[in-house]
């Protein structure tokens, strides 16, 4: 896990579910597949409408161009209720082959969060604040990991995150797997 995240912003409202993140026709590629993990990145965010993306600065698509695998937004902020509706561990692989690193949302749909965490794709921090409506799609962010701290670099603004607290190992470790392994709990090489 880096301890500082910078990159730039891609800013969602409430609500955002799985179904949106990686639409249901992309589930029979197999992320254990290089190719077909690149695709997920490719169509992640392709179910949200254009009229939610990018808010409150605009209507702006995830990727700049169809053929295009990674984004060229590595921080999500939004708002309520991440990661809704099924249970699709498909949805934080699909943000991380796009090139996202790390999620910022007020609070989160829990099984979104689990596999986010438990997969070691990315990081979900969450929120007091609605930052979903002071930050904008293409502001620079810094996040500051290990301090839970966010930089606007944009606008010169800064907030606290929640910390990560337990689960910040294991998502250092990279998933919950290598956590376990590290920790004693499976032998070496039985993930």
Not at 103 to 113: K, M, P, T
Not at 163 to 186: C, D, H, R, S
């Amino acid at each position: 896990m880096r301890e500082i995240i910078e990159g730039i912003a891609y800013v969602l409202g409430d609500n955002i579910d799985t179904d949106q993140i990686i639409p249901a026709q992309y589930l029979t590629l197999n992320p254990a597949i290089p190719e077909e993990y690149r695709r997920f990145g490719k169509y992640a965010l392709s179910g949200v409408p254009i009229s939610q993306g990018g808010l409150p600065k605009g209507h702006l698509p995830f990727h700049d161009g169809p053929e295009e695998y990674l984004a060229a937004y590595q921080i999500v902020v939004a708002g309520r209720n991440f990661g809704c509706g099924s249970s699709r561990e498909h949805a934080p692989i699909a943000l991380a082959a796009a090139g996202v690193e790390a999620v910022i949302a007020e609070f989160y749909a829990r099984i979104f969060f689990r596999n986010a965490v438990n997969g070691g794709y990315l990081i979900p921090f969450e929120t007091n604040d609605r930052l979903c409506e002071r930050i904008c799609t293409g502001d620079r962010l810094r996040i500051d990991v290990p301090a839970a701290r966010l930089y606007n670099l944009t606008t010169h603004e800064e907030w606290q995150l929640k910390p990560l607290g337990e689960v910040a190992p294991i998502i250092a470790a990279g998933g919950l797997f290598p956590y376990a392994e590290k920790m004693g709990m499976l032998r070496p090489g039985r993930t």
